[in-house]
């Protein structure tokens, strides 16, 4: 399945409505915020239709998944939206991930704990809030935007330690654009993003690059980490190919189109997660030619000037940092 979905749903006291852009989406937040009576709306409308007071809107079939039968009954639900409250758990099982991960299915998720085990973005995380007479959905992670470049950070040209989550050709990369005087250090891995900022120690000027369409499950401890701390800087994004693909390096409207609407182009059957599409995707493209790319070894032409350079200015604010 791909595309994004727009879902109404509500009865005589209730409304939601909101749209769902991947694979995986998060629901966060407190209780009584509206996350559970969702979720239980949905089962209704699915069990009884228009007996059970619900009303929905849909272009693909939603349901929900619960009990200790799971692992027998989602192997029947195709191209469905799939939700699921934090009640079950399953939900932090390996099994669980590996089942879902060639899914035809969306899945949304109610937690309000981490999912290491899913690859999921920091940008599909949602809170539930009250929005004039329909309740919609909230990104949690609003002020996350925010923490990139906020007035308040100490100047890019004060950072001390670079903290790569790849250990591969991301870390290459940064680590050959870095100035001598920056350590480049790669974290071998999002899990361990945290431990190795507290060995960095929060008193020293920090960049954080990580992939983003996948950190999700890292964001919230991160977060209450560096909420004292204005020294450090999250950048978080898409992926390092993402990167590579946004900087203009490849000729044509084909990747551009794309870029504009990913969720129109990554199939959850295929793709895991949308890191995992936009490496596909450059691999595909750079094939044959001279920026043909490998996600273990930097192929050094995006060292050379004018390909570094390009790369740099994708970055935005960021890529000041970089710059010579």
Request: with cysteine; net charge negative; aromatic share 12%.
């Amino acid at each position: 399945m791909k595309g994004s979905y727009t879902i109404r749903v509500g009865n005589n006291r209730l409304r939601y409505e909101f749209t769902i852009y991947r694979n995986i989406t998060i629901l966060k937040g407190n209780s009584a915020t509206g996350k559970t009576t969702l979720v239980e709306m949905i089962r209704e409308y699915y069990e009884d239709r228009e007996l059970s007071g619900v009303q929905m809107e849909s272009s693909v079939p939603c349901r929900t998944l619960s009990g200790r039968d799971w692992s027998i009954i989602l192997p029947s639900i195709e191209n469905s939206i799939i939700f699921i409250d934090e009640d079950n758990d399953f939900l932090r099982t390996v099994e669980f991930a590996e089942a879902i991960r060639q899914s035809s299915n969306y899945y949304v998720i109610v937690t309000r704990e981490g999912l290491p085990n899913l690859p999921y973005s920091v940008t599909e995380i949602y809170g539930i809030r009250e929005s004039g007479k329909y309740a919609g959905l909230k990104q949690v992670y609003n002020e996350f935007y925010r923490i990139y470049y906020p007035e308040n950070k100490k100047n890019l040209n004060e950072v001390s330690t670079i903290i790569v989550e790849d250990s591969n050709s991301g870390y290459e990369f940064f680590s050959a654009i870095s100035d001598e005087n920056r350590k480049v250090i790669s974290s071998k891995g999002k899990s361990r993003v945290f431990d190795k900022l507290l060995e960095c120690g929060l008193e020293n000027s920090c960049l954080v690059i990580a992939d983003g369409a996948a950190f999700g499950s890292e964001i919230d401890r991160i977060m209450k980490l560096i909420q004292e701390a204005d020294n450090v800087t999250l950048y978080l994004p898409e992926s390092f190919e993402w990167l590579i693909l946004k900087s203009g390096l490849i000729d044509g409207t084909r990747v551009k189109n794309i870029l504009a609407e990913p969720e129109n182009y990554v199939l959850s059957e295929q793709h895991f997660s949308w890191e995992q599409y936009f490496t596909s995707l450059l691999v595909e493209e750079t094939k044959d030619t001279y920026l043909h790319y490998s996600k273990r070894k930097l192929n050094t032409v995006f060292l050379h000037d004018a390909e570094k350079e390009h790369i740099i200015r994708a970055m935005d604010k960021i890529g000041e940092l970089f710059s010579e």
